[in-house]
């Protein structure tokens, strides 16, 4: 007889279900959530053990890759898939959750995610940790503003480096005010300087990758774009076809349809990494709106923003930018936006960019 497991994972304990080819329980217990003692637990199965399924989760990339070393056939199990599999039972207990993991892994009917490696979890916190500072500090001068408008003081259209002058000089005739502000003013330029010491860092690794190099060479799509692409797909090869990257990342259009009645075609899924897929739209922006060359792409998206609107268009071009990326990744091929452009006209304009980034990192 073949077994199959189901692992509910949590942060201290983790719920273990054993269950038969015939669909009988052989084993159920909780143990530590621990590689080594999962891997214990089902150590007099192991002869027979097919497949021991757990849920993607924030633990995944450890446990996943741990209870490989431990020899477990561990198998990453879709979040979606699994929620929806669950959904039929009437009580949501961890043992439950365990028992439902284990038919799944018997039956087959799950889908498999991509655990990445461990430099692209490392460049992912980088962004992430990246944007968090950067929402903070605006939250941060945003407070700022809000809260001065109580004394009537609008503080209206200021630089970024001449906030601190305008907020002292606006209040400077109160001293409790003031005294409060100056704390303020100290976090904000606090947070700012360590937002671009992360920000200096995503360049540096993103000027030192030539697949993000290469990247770059696209109008639009910049260091930050470039990393969070590469990070997210981390193979290329686990994409049959580049055009699946869109639906990836949630860039197509939903669909509903039953019988011969009911066919809707909706707006994006918005289903995936959200990062990535605003990563791409604000490089698709930028292309539409700040790039001023010939592209053939931006030729494209300005056509169909006279037709449907330019958020759709935006849509559009980030849609086309994720399926041209992995295609270049995918086949070592360089971007070539204007078909009447030389070989010195490309260096040139690559040469261009990168002194524009050496300028922004110092």
Not at 15 to 41: M, Q, S
Not at 48 to 77: D, F, I, K, N, Y
Not at 219 to 229: C, D, I
Not at 265 to 278: L, M
Request: proline residues 2%; hydrophobic residues 45%.
């Amino acid at each position: 007889m073949e077994y199959f497991t189901g692992l509910d994972v949590s942060i201290d304990e983790t719920a273990i279900c054993v269950v038969g080819d015939d669909g009988k329980i052989a084993f159920e217990t909780a143990v530590e959530t621990d590689p080594a003692a999962i891997a214990a637990a089902l150590r007099p199965y192991a002869d027979r053990m097919r497949r021991v399924g757990h849920e993607a989760g924030s633990l995944s990339p450890w446990l996943h890759t741990e209870l490989l070393a431990e020899g477990v056939p561990a198998v990453c199990l879709e979040t979606r898939h699994v929620r929806a599999a669950l959904s039929a039972q009437r009580n949501k207990t961890d043992a439950n959750d365990a028992l439902g993991i284990a038919h799944i892994m018997r039956t087959g009917w799950f889908r498999q995610a991509h655990v990445k490696t461990d430099a692209c979890y490392r460049i992912r916190l980088l962004l992430v940790q990246r944007r968090n500072l950067k929402r903070k500090f605006l939250d941060l001068e945003n407070a700022i503003r809000h809260s001065l408008k109580v004394f009537g003081i609008r503080l209206g259209k200021v630089s970024r480096g001449g906030m601190e002058k305008a907020v002292r000089e606006s209040v400077a005739g109160d001293a409790m005010t003031a005294g409060l502000m100056d704390c303020m003013l100290r976090a904000r330029a606090a947070l700012w300087a360590e937002y671009l010491t992360l920000h200096k860092l995503v360049v540096q690794l993103a000027m030192r990758d030539e697949l993000c190099r290469r990247f770059m060479a696209i109008p639009g799509v910049g260091p930050v774009t470039a990393l969070s692409f590469s990070s997210a797909i981390d193979d290329p090869q686990r994409f049959r076809r580049s055009r699946n990257v869109a639906a990836y990342f949630g860039l197509t259009a939903k669909r509903w349809q039953s019988g011969t009645s009911i066919d809707v075609q909706g707006r994006i899924s918005k289903a995936g990494d959200p990062d990535v897929r605003r990563a791409l739209y604000e490089a698709a922006s930028a292309m539409l709106t700040r790039f001023k060359g010939i592209d053939m792409i931006k030729t494209w998206g300005l056509k169909l923003a006279k037709t449907k609107c330019h958020a759709k268009a935006r849509v559009a071009v980030a849609r086309k930018l994720a399926v041209v990326m992995h295609a270049m990744w995918r086949d070592g091929t360089f971007y070539v936006g204007d078909p009447n452009a030389s070989a010195d006209d490309i260096d040139t304009m690559n040469a261009a960019k990168r002194r524009r980034l050496s300028r922004a990192n110092s």
